[in-house]
């Protein structure tokens, strides 16, 4: 099991998207978290009432999604990161559960790291391989801290909102029950039909792609 973590912080803050749409989250902060770094769930839709009783609660949808800051902010075209944000935030709030924003920026390597391997990237490895080649793991996530998070947050039993079968395997082995996992639109464009094609047949995603055959 996990080691505990506990809610430090929670706030009610509006969210407004550039598309228009809106709702609202409870934000959630953390202690005890074991990589230290500043994670944030987001309760929504019946999880943003911070009054509504626990035990009247189905079981959460749940994404744990990692930070990008190039997709999720300004748009970049090379993932698929920001248009699965958009999409997360409104398919939980219509059923109620917790997009948690993990700071696992490029996989786990960071930003200056991403931007190396992108770099790798152009001049002809694929997403995985460059993380190996700058000497990372080709997928350095850890989802302990969203297993501390939603248990901190009383959500042992959770719809997972993912592609990846990895983030379903983590929170199981972290005592973290799946009763179900969805998948995510398929956000495919001429800037990333290679990211996806590659995250498809090696990263073992289950993304449905027109291009790519079992």
């Known amino acids: 099991m996990h080691p505990i973590a506990t809610i430090r912080t ?32 987001f309760g929504l839709g019946d999880r943003a009432d911070a009054a509504a009783r626990p035990h009247e609660r189905s ?12 997709g999720d902010v300004f748009g970049s075209q090379r993932c698929d990161c ?15 559960g917790y997009l948690l924003y993990l700071r696992q920026e490029g996989r786990g390597i960071g930003l200056y790291a991403k ?38 947050l009383g959500a042992d039993r959770v719809v997972l ?10 929170l199981h082995r972290h005592g973290i029950s799946v009763v179900e996992q969805v998948g995510t639109g398929v956000f495919l464009s001429a800037a990333n039909a290679g990211y996806l094609a590659i995250k498809a047949t090696r990263g073992e995603h289950a993304l449905d792609l027109p291009f790519v055959h079992d």
């Open 115 to 152: 931007l190396e391997a992108y770099a790798l990237q152009d001049a002809g490895l694929d997403t995985y391989e460059a993380n190996v080649a700058l000497g990372h793991r080709a997928d350095a996530r850890d989802y302990t801290v969203a297993a501390q998070m939603l248990t901190a």
């Open 82 to 96: 920001g248009p699965q944000l958009r999409e997360a935030v409104e398919r939980i709030a219509d059923r109620s």
């Open 59 to 70: 079981v959460p949808l749940v994404r744990p999604h990692s930070e990008c800051l190039t």
């Open 161 to 170: 909102l993912s592609n990846n079968p990895d983030k379903a395997a983590q």
């Open 10 to 41: 929670q706030v009610t803050v509006p969210l407004r998207f550039p598309d228009g749409y809106a709702t609202t989250a409870r934000v959630y902060s953390f202690d005890g978290l074991v990589d230290g770094r500043e994670h944030l769930a």
